[in-house]
């Protein structure tokens, strides 16, 4: 557009030297003529805003629609390692009461051995149909009193230990008395203690048999 300048100065000074009485009608087509220069100067930066904002807006589109098909992927992704990690960690959780429970069930009956051997050598009273062993868990919590000594206490264990599996400190028993497989307690003594779960363990087996 600034090439067009020189050329219309030049016959704008034509017209005033050729025709000194419409010098007024020159000014007023240099005007209208400046004010077209003007005009078309105007509307061809409105172009370019224009189409630099049409660029912008689809690459603004392309760019969204990136980010849209990888957070896509990101969310597929995170699925899939939960439904993986999920039955490892509940196989984790199950081991780990697994352990506990075996742990609880072998404290419980070296507590029970432990009991007999002090009542085979005579150092605790022996109840009648005990066999020597433990009247209840309880008792082994509580502790007996050692013969020869009035204030003086054995406890066999600190605490009852609570089963993992069901969550409670109420395990199953079994008398010297009961058949080995019985799920009722005949109540003459504590020979053996099993827990109340109904579960299967990872190998396959019954809690309540272990």
């Known amino acids: 557009m600034r090439a067009q300048e020189p050329t219309a100065d030049r016959q704008h000074q034509r017209c005033v030297s050729s025709h000194p009485e419409r010098s007024s009608r020159c000014h007023s087509e240099r005007s209208e003529e400046s004010r077209q220069l003007i005009l078309g100067s105007t509307i061809y930066e409105q172009l370019q805003r224009s189409f630099a904002s049409l660029r912008m807006t689809r690459l603004m589109r392309r760019t969204t629609g990136f980010t849209f098909v990888e957070l896509m ?36 009956r070296e507590a029970i051995d432990h009991y007999k051997d002090f009542a085979d050598r005579q150092m605790i009273p022996v109840k009648a149909d005990t066999f020597g062993y433990p009247p209840d868990l309880k008792t082994l919590v509580e502790g007996v009193e050692l013969k020869g000594s009035i204030t003086a206490k054995y406890k066999f264990l600190r605490k009852l230990p609570v089963d993992p599996m069901t969550e409670s400190d109420d395990w199953g028993m079994r008398s010297m008395q009961d058949d080995t497989d019985s799920r009722s307690w005949g109540g003459q003594n504590v020979f053996d203690v099993y827990s109340k779960s109904d579960g299967i363990g990872l190998d396959g087996t019954k809690y309540s048999d272990w």
Do not use: F, G, N, Y
């Open 73 to 108: 992927a990101s969310i597929t992704i995170l699925i899939l390692l939960t439904t993986v990690a999920l039955p490892l960690a509940r196989v984790q959780i199950q081991r780990s009461k697994e352990v506990e429970l075996k742990r609880d069930l072998r404290e419980m």
